[in-house]
């Protein structure tokens, strides 16, 4: 009897504020991760991928839309993602597929958009709107309790079952220490993160989360899901469980990436970021290196449990079947540049590991490779489209697939730029500069060698990455870059008017639909009645409507 053809499934594995390099396939010397190691042997791992922006929220939404920052609207932590906007989920359930969360989304809901169109967040469709196409199996955004992001996360309830009580046990346990005297001693505080929490390690968050995401694959009958499998570390407080606290000391810290003349004669909007708390105190001698050792055992821990998350696979028979995905939401500045936290474009912060295994054996020429290819965050959601089920609406998703490249390499003609947004209204940087909230606008625009960064109101700031990998010298203001910074201000001017907005018709419908005034009666601007004979014989633009797009429009659609 024939072997019956299986469904496929995905795997999208996120770690939140992941760094690109703090994996040793992408060259950390100290960390070794060989479980997620393995998964670039598997697949296709690249080398220059980037977010659409450089802070949770916003960069979420662009992978769960394939859409850029600017055009889905959801500019920063908090702020809703405007009902109607379509997702991954609701182009997966056209197609009968199921698109499943475990973890975190850090969507918030547009509960008055809702409420205006008569939406019950309670019903089926309700509940798939406020939590942004997902169906969600265990919500959980990594802040407890009530941080306005959902209902009290599972885990806590988890952690009180197993005797680990508390008013906040998430933060009292899994995000705390103790000294000698059993004092709490809070995880929040830099200063501990050289103590172990104080929640034994197999009950601590990723453990938990990755034992959720097989719960998920156990109960499952059948194929044809995406799992959303969003870690919620190594992101802060960073502290985390023994024996992972201390595995690595201040000997495994690398060299920090910073010089005195960055802060000589600083961008005033890059001075007003260096001068965050969280800069000033990640910039003092001794912070990095009582902090970097628990990122580091974090991120470790996060590989030990890939490892049984993809050993339960293989014994579950779901590799052969499932595509996996492994990325993170953005970087972590770590001191790096004189800052911290992750809102500027330097590498650290926007650009991110990805790798992408592919079981089709359509992919198996490029197992193992790496693609130096310029790859956005809004090209996930259509590749798990293109994967899935062949099928994406271009007019809305604003990504390109990654199948070209898993499966044929090197592409000659694939991107020219990456783009990346940022608004940092709800920052103290905006009242420092005395900046108008609209006028809070970052943007960042990147090819092979050149990054360009447009501060609304101030000169730009220009990075030459082929003779400054380290992005250590602003050339914003270099009369020697004349040429490129205009280049790059024209590339940004154009990629903010093309169509960001136009998702409710796509350009085969106009085409079809061209010309529709002759055909229903309706004559402007004709002459006479021998003029329109001769129009409905010959056709109203005296040529197929198809071929008379210009050879740029083809070369868009």
């Not at 156990?218 to 899901?225: I, L, M």
Request: net charge negative; hydrophobic share 35%; with cysteine.
């Amino acid at each position: 009897m024939a072997k019956t053809q299986r469904k496929k499934n995905v795997l999208w594995i996120m770690c939140d504020q992941l760094r690109f390099d703090y994996l040793s396939c992408y060259g950390h010397p100290n960390l070794h991760t060989p479980n997620i190691d393995g998964l670039a042997a598997r697949g296709v791992r690249f080398n220059r991928a980037y977010v659409q922006s450089p802070i949770c929220g916003p960069s979420r939404m662009s992978f769960y839309t394939g859409r850029y920052v600017h055009a889905h609207g959801s500019t920063w932590n908090g702020t809703p993602l405007k009902v109607g906007e379509l997702t991954l989920g609701d182009h997966l359930a056209e197609q009968g597929l199921r698109n499943v969360l475990v973890g975190k989304t850090h969507m918030r809901a547009d509960l008055e958009g809702m409420a205006r169109l008569g939406i019950d967040p309670d019903s089926i469709i309700g509940v798939r709107v406020a939590q942004c196409g997902f169906e969600v199996y265990e919500r959980d955004d990594g802040l407890h309790p009530g941080t306005g992001y959902g209902k009290r996360p599972a885990y806590d309830k988890y952690l009180e079952d197993k005797g680990f009580t508390a008013e906040n046990p998430w933060e009292h346990w899994a995000n705390s220490g103790e000294n000698e005297k059993g004092e709490l001693l809070n995880g929040w505080l830099l200063r501990h993160a050289d103590k172990p929490a104080r929640v034994e390690g197999e009950h601590s968050e990723t453990p938990y989360m990755i034992g959720r995401a097989m719960d998920f694959m156990r109960e499952t009958k059948e194929d044809g899901w995406c799992l959303h499998l969003s870690l919620i570390k190594p992101h802060w407080p960073y502290i985390v469980p023994a024996p992972y606290h201390d595995m690595y000391s201040e000997a495994d810290v690398l060299p920090v990436i910073r010089s005195e003349a960055e802060r000589e004669n600083a961008h005033p909007v890059y001075a007003a970021f260096m001068d965050e708390r969280v800069s000033r105190n990640f910039s003092k001698d001794g912070v990095r290196e009582r902090v970097i050792p628990a990122y580091m055992g974090l991120i470790k821990q996060i590989d030990d449990q890939i490892g049984v998350l993809m050993q339960f696979m293989a014994d579950q028979d779901l590799l052969d079947n499932t595509m996996i995905i492994f990325c993170s939401d953005h970087g972590d500045y770590l001191g790096d540049h004189w800052l911290g936290e992750k809102e500027l474009f330097h590498d650290q912060s926007a650009r991110i590991p990805l790798i992408v295994v592919d079981p089709d054996a359509a992919a198996d020429s490029q197992r193992g490779t790496v693609s130096d290819q310029l790859v956005e965050a809004i090209d996930l959601a259509p590749t798990i489209l293109d994967y899935m089920s062949g099928t994406q609406k271009q007019h809305v998703l604003q990504g390109r697939s990654l199948l070209p490249i898993l499966r044929e390499g090197k592409q000659q003609s694939w991107r020219g730029y990456a783009v990346s947004e940022y608004d940092y209204s709800h920052r103290r940087v905006r009242v420092q500069l005395d900046q108008q909230v609209d006028d809070c606008r970052l943007a960042m625009i990147m090819d092979e060698r050149w990054k360009y960064i447009h501060a609304e109101g101030y000169a730009p700031m220009l990075y030459d990455l082929h003779s400054d990998p380290q992005e250590l010298h602003d050339l914003g203001e270099d009369p020697a870059c004349a040429d490129v910074r205009a280049r790059l201000s024209q590339a940004l001017f154009a990629w903010y008017r093309q169509h960001h907005t136009r998702t409710t018709i796509s350009p085969d419908k106009i085409i079809a639909g061209a010309p529709s005034e002759l055909g229903a009666g309706i004559l402007i601007g004709y002459w006479d009645e021998e003029e329109v004979a001769h129009a409905r014989n010959v056709g109203e633009w005296e040529l197929d409507p198809s071929t008379a797009l210009s050879a740029k429009s083809k070369e868009m659609l």
